[in-house]
């Protein structure tokens, strides 16, 4: 693996290439992202490649790449001329990706606005709320999450998180009733460090969650685009949101093994059936 850096005006973007460039089979990289997820989530998934040359990065802000704007939100038409940027610097030609959450929002606004970029898109379980019948509902929901953030800290935060993101089903008032979640019951400490600046917990993510892709623009890419959802994920809030960016984009949603994660190894402590994963995304990629 070679550690690479580009330089922008605004950002040093950090990146992980997995094999040789050019590619020593001559099939295009490729190329894994995720947001707020940096690189190294990608460690498990990559080494199931052993053949193709693959190519991870941080995102503007997190891991290792450094922010020269500023700024501390995080947009997804500034990630994707980021990963634009990154494709361009590869000079390998358009890439394959495979996109996590967060990552998978970033590779629908990269294929809207650079259309030539990528030959084939995997965009796994992105987190789009106003793709869903109850879009309110669920900007409620994710309100109380920074809310619960912003009161107590950390744990108070990730507990409504998990709260939120496992909850089955629209967010009725079922949901809101319900008394806040304890860290504890999701072995967290309760105390407060006096953070803030979170990029899940915090509302400096929530152009990602409120992003609508343009329909019409990604049909008219050349890209193949694929949206996939994890078979544990059933009705809970990326489960639904994969479900419904597909039916935006009018195909039916692409089941892969396991869960949200269900690409990771021990990374970050909940992993998921990784090979399996790579078995399908490999499946997909060679058009199957």
């Given amino acids: 693996m070679a550690t690479q850096t580009l330089q922008t005006p605004e950002v040093g973007l950090v990146y992980d290439v997995h094999g040789p460039l050019p590619t020593a089979d001559g099939r295009s990289p490729l190329v894994m992202i995720g947001q707020p997820m940096d690189a190294s989530g990608f460690r498990t998934l990559a080494s199931y490649f052993p053949e193709r040359t693959v190519v991870a990065y941080d995102p503007r802000g997190l891991g290792r790449s450094t922010r020269k704007d500023g700024r501390v939100d995080n947009v997804p038409e500034v990630q994707a001329a980021d990963v634009h940027a990154l494709i361009e610097a590869l000079g390998a030609g358009p890439v394959e990706m495979f996109a996590s959450s967060g990552g998978a929002v970033t590779a629908l606004a990269l294929v809207t606005a650079h259309p030539d970029d990528v030959t084939t898109l995997v965009a796994h379980e992105p987190p789009l709320i106003p793709v869903l019948p109850d879009a309110r509902a669920a900007e409620r929901a994710r309100d109380g999450v920074r809310d619960a953030y912003e009161a107590k800290g950390p744990g108070a935060g990730m507990a409504a998180f998990i709260a939120m993101t496992s909850w089955q089903g629209e967010f009725t008032d079922d949901y809101f009733a319900r008394p806040a979640p304890d ?87 909940y992993a998921g059936q990784p090979e399996a994963f790579a078995r399908r995304l490999r499946q997909i990629l060679d058009g199957a």
């Fill in 183 to 269: 860290p504890a019951a999701f072995g967290m400490p309760a105390e407060d460090d006096g953070s803030r600046d979170d990029p899940l917990l915090s509302d400096r993510s929530w152009a990602v969650s409120g992003y609508r892709p343009d329909a019409g623009a990604i049909a008219a890419a050349p890209t193949r685009v694929v949206i996939a959802v994890g078979e544990e994920s059933g009705g809970t809030f990326t489960g639904r949101t994969a479900v419904a960016t597909a039916e935006l984009l009018g195909q039916q949603v692409t089941v892969f093994p396991s869960h949200h994660g269900g690409f990771m190894g021990g990374e970050f402590g």
